[in-house]
């Protein structure tokens, strides 16, 4: 079953609440091998002006993640998990995340693009924090494979 078109357009439930936890901007920017210490020292973070530590630019992919879940579990969507490939990544940012930031983001479906027998799906989830002010938008292109003959 190829991708259905109908998803072009398709703006989901924004996800629950999600508080940002200085530890887990920790372990993201160690994970990522950062040194840097607006990622790991409050007192740091707090010197430059931020509240706390300031997550990596590319720790919006978590709250993504739960926007994409949603995608992947749209019936009759056409996009299996196991032909999929993760394709392109981008972040538009407002202000940086900081720890102790409650996140919501709401995925949009933008584009369908067939190529050859496969799709390209380009979304956006625009991420908000609790006052419902703009943080970022994370923007993701998935590959979808054609269905095994």
Do not use: C, W
């Not at 993201?28 to 990596?56: E, I, K, M, N, Q």
């Not at 299996?80 to 940012?93: I, N, P, T, W």
């Amino acid at each position: 079953m190829p991708v259905n078109p109908e998803l072009i357009g398709k703006e989901f439930a924004p996800t629950p609440p999600y508080l940002v936890g200085r530890e887990k901007v920790r372990e993201f920017a160690r994970a990522l091998r950062s040194t840097d210490p607006l990622h790991l020292d409050p007192l740091a973070a707090r010197a430059a002006g931020y509240a706390d530590v300031v997550a990596p630019t590319t720790f919006p992919i978590v709250l993504q993640d739960f926007t994409l879940q949603q995608l992947l579990a749209e019936p009759g969507s056409g996009i299996v998990l196991s032909r999929v490939l993760h394709a392109e990544q981008s972040f538009r940012y407002t202000r940086p995340i900081v720890a102790g930031d409650e996140l919501t983001a709401t995925l949009s479906v933008t584009g369908i693009r067939m190529m050859g027998g496969s799709s390209m799906v380009t979304s956006e989830a625009e991420i908000r924090d609790a006052a419902g002010e703009h943080v970022v938008t994370a923007g993701s292109v998935l590959l979808v494979g054609e269905a095994d003959a």
